[in-house]
């Protein structure tokens, strides 16, 4: 069973940056695609970024394309979120999640295709 601990999050104001981690344990890191996803007050959990498992591969939210970047580094067993241009309605609690099977593709954007997910981090922006 994979476990999954997000860091970084934090206070920010507009336009300013955060980086979140989220460090995996319990299973092979490499040959899983990653996911971040946030759910904001009274709103239902969206899709943020997803990297294939390969790495060579990202995939991101109309709302968050062109300001946020994910990364991987497999040697670290971590995934990263880099917030660049943060606006108020990008606070929330952020998660990192893992897939389910190793080395699958497609449906990146679906929480269902998900099985591991990580406590959440809180990124809130100010105006």
């Known amino acids: 069973q994979v476990q999954l601990v997000e860091s970084g999050g934090g206070l920010v104001q507009a336009g300013g940056s955060l980086r979140l981690s989220c460090a995996a344990s319990?299973?092979?890191?490499?040959?899983?695609?990653m996911g971040w996803f946030r759910q904001a007050p009274g709103k239902d959990r969206e899709f943020v970024a997803a990297?294939?498992?390969?790495?060579?591969?990202?995939y991101y939210a109309d709302s968050v394309k062109g300001r946020f970047t994910i990364s991987r580094d497999n040697a670290k067993n971590t995934v990263y979120l880099q917030m660049n241009s943060l606006k108020p309605e990008d606070t929330a609690v952020y998660y990192c999640?893992?897939?389910?099977?190793?080395?699958?593709?497609?449906?990146?954007?679906?929480?269902?295709?998900?099985?591991?997910w990580g406590q959440g981090t809180q990124v809130t922006v100010s105006s």
């Open positions: 999640a893992s897939r389910s099977s190793p080395y699958s593709l497609g449906g990146y954007r679906a929480q269902e295709m998900y099985s591991y």
């Open positions: 990297i294939h498992w390969s790495g060579t591969n990202q």
């Open positions: 319990g299973r092979t890191f490499s040959g899983y695609t």
